[in-house]
Nanobody, 124 residues
Framework: VQLQASGGGLVQTGGSLKLSCAAS?????VGWFRQAPGKEREFVAA????????VYADSVKGRFTISKDNSKNTVHLHMNTLKPEDTAVYFC?????????????????????WGQGTQVTVSS
């Protein structure tokens, strides 16, 4: 499975961006993770293909929305009310195998496939 991420860019505080992750094959869940300079990669949001269940990091809950487009095998991350602390390289990742338990969807080590990162910069 190959993942193609797109949609990063530069935006002012309070602005919005939409990231997209297109998958070349079947996956059971797609997640977004981010890594800021000098920090470890952290979970942002994930969606399970079966049933569409979603999970979010507390830091983005209420501001970010993850959605899936079944017809295009693509997952979107709609990011609103962006803050400077959202600045990071964002990675999409996917899982195969069985449909995952929601509680495991935050764990980056459960994801076998990773796309290239896309830079998101929020200016203050």
């Amino acid at each position: 499975v190959q993942l193609q991420a797109s949609g990063g860019g530069l935006v002012q505080t309070g602005g919005s961006l939409k990231l997209s992750c297109a998958a070349s094959g079947r996956t059971t869940a797609v997640g977004w993770f981010r890594q800021a300079p000098g920090k470890e990669r952290e979970f942002v949001a994930a969606v399970r293909w079966s049933g569409g269940s979603t999970v979010y990091a507390d830091s983005v809950k209420g501001r970010f929305t993850i959605s899936k487009d079944n017809s295009k095998n693509t997952v979107h991350l709609h990011m609103n009310t962006l803050k400077p602390e959202d600045t990071a390289v964002y990675f999409c990742a996917a899982r195969g195998g069985h449909s995952p338990i929601i509680s495991t969807m935050r764990n980056q080590y459960e994801y076998a496939y990773w796309g290239q990162g896309t830079q998101v910069t929020v200016s203050s």
